[in-house]
RNA sequence: CGGGGCGUGGCGCAGUCCGGUAGCGCGCAUGGUUUGGGACCAUGAUGUCGGAGGUUCAAAUCCUCUCGCCCCGACCA
């Protein structure tokens, strides 16, 4: 490809709204640029790029056996119905009628239609294991969209659905994506932390999401090193005390005034202790009932697992209006120290603390002295704190540590809840009806784009990792007369000749502007013909990824390029 | 949704406090000199100053409303 005939934008200057590398990155090697809030236009060397990512996808889910569709981007309301998710959605899924009033949404997911048209299609055991999948544009209105591609409104996304007829099928299936997906990811140049996770909205039991370390990740990981345990935050387990915290014998109940006391900062000042000394009773309602958790005042309560302890589809902080009704004080002096009815969970560490200080459900008073097994009975017991940096593994007990990720891809158990709820049956080898058991895997392409960039870059620009890359070679002639253009030409025509992807610079701009570009924009090897070729027949060769830059004449080059292009790849 | 910030040629910004000819750098066009790390000279084009309304002889600048964008935070009693 003539340069000259191209359209590559590239920007000496940074965008000023974009903050993180790969955004500001992306922009200015004119691969992207912002259409809005959270949507991008893609240009044709973001293309290339985004090309060569869900080329690695298809093979890699071909390889595993997995088929290709197309859904429609809106997805009829009655399937959410059916399955449910039209109530439990929420404003993130973008929801339009047509002009006859029919509704639809722009889908975020595709569970539904791909359940819906399988529905039709499996009737069969043999049929099974159906591994269904589709690249394809997502919506989701998202509370904030941030960080150029790596939060958008619209993003692209390799969803796939399996179908199995049984538990041992799934395993099969999930293991399969499992090891699909720990290709593609490296193939893409991507170094990716696998972790357990909550499978959260989608409902389901195993799910292990691809990580991407980075600053800019919006998920927390918890990881050991010392048996390699890894998990997200809303998921993590860790270990709890062996017996009290503290070693004093327990005091009598007290009640203490404390006016206007209400927050743990607020009761660490006025007792001049630490958070840890407080258990924190916290009201609220799930699926419109309400239940009261109480965790150490030091610990946050981790919501997703609490939503799983109460198999709550919906859950929020009850309001100031029900935990007086609920409690008989105003909100900040609730505790476990009561008679109430609804149900309480205490997380696990709550029965080693000792002489706790907690409200006393009555307006400004909180006892203190307070002792699980003698002032409160603890029967509901579950994990319900967050793991921080420093805890124990609950594996091996090593201090776990903390890291920021990007979520590249996410594989989980879905379960029978598609396939009841929307009522697929195959008829199994006695001819009787049988539900099968749905996985379902998905893949963020842009936001892998994002990721690769973002691990991959220096000062000057993008790195491109080679099979990602939009180009392998980055051609550059530096002639000066009618001849000499003649004969970096004839270079070009050689290259592509070769079987090279050529990006030939071919413009009539001085030659910094051109290593500038070819930095900028990180094609992987980097060719310049310029005087030592017409003087000597030296063409110089240099790899993106460093080292020296070598010299080669025509009969050795594209051999040269050859091995620079292989050893990158082997290098990642 | 709460807090903060910003909207001025394609991009990055100054000018706004204190109203009075809309400016700088990059980019772009034409001609010339250059050509191995973002060259130089000359000439030139490009602006509803986010939008609407108001104040004023006069508004990018002051007032009111509105739209968009960016950053931080979002229920932890």
Redesign the pocket.
Known sequence: MRMTRYILP????D???A?VVSHRLMTRAGLIR?E???MYVYLPLGVKVLLKIIGIIREEMERAGALEFLMPELTSADLWKESGRWNTMGPEMFRIKDRNGMEYSLAPTHEEAFTAVLRQILSSYRDLPVNAYQINTKFRDE?????GVIRSKEFIMKDAYSFDLDEKGLEESYQGMRTAYRRIFERCGLETIPVQADTGSMGGSNSEEFMVASDVGEEVLLLCDGCGYRANREKAAYGRGAGPREKDAPEGLASVDTPGV???DD?TAFFSCGAGRFL????YMADGKPAMAVVP?DR??N?VKLKNILGAVEL???TDED?LKLTGAP??F?GPVNDFKMRTIFDLSVKDTVNAIT?ANKKDLHYTGVNPGRDFIIKDEADITSAMEGDRCPSCSTPMYERKGIEVGHIFKLGYKYTRSMGVTVLDRDGKETVPIMGCYGIGVNRTMAAVVEQHNDA?GIIWPVEVAPFHIYFIG?A?TEAETAAVDEIYGFLKESGFDVLYDDR?V????K??????TGIPVRV??????FASGEI?VKSRMGGE?CTAKKEVLAEQIRAILAAAKVKK
């Open positions: 590239t920007m000496k200057e965008p000023s709204d903050v912002k809005s809030a959270g509370v904030r969209p941030r960080y209400r927050t743990i009761l924190k009773s916290i009201i005042g946050e309560i919501e929020g902080l009850a935990i909100t900040g609730a409200g000057r530096i000066k009539r001085s030659p910094g502007v290593f500038a570009d070819a930095d900028l310049v013909a310029g005087k030592n070729y110089e830059p």
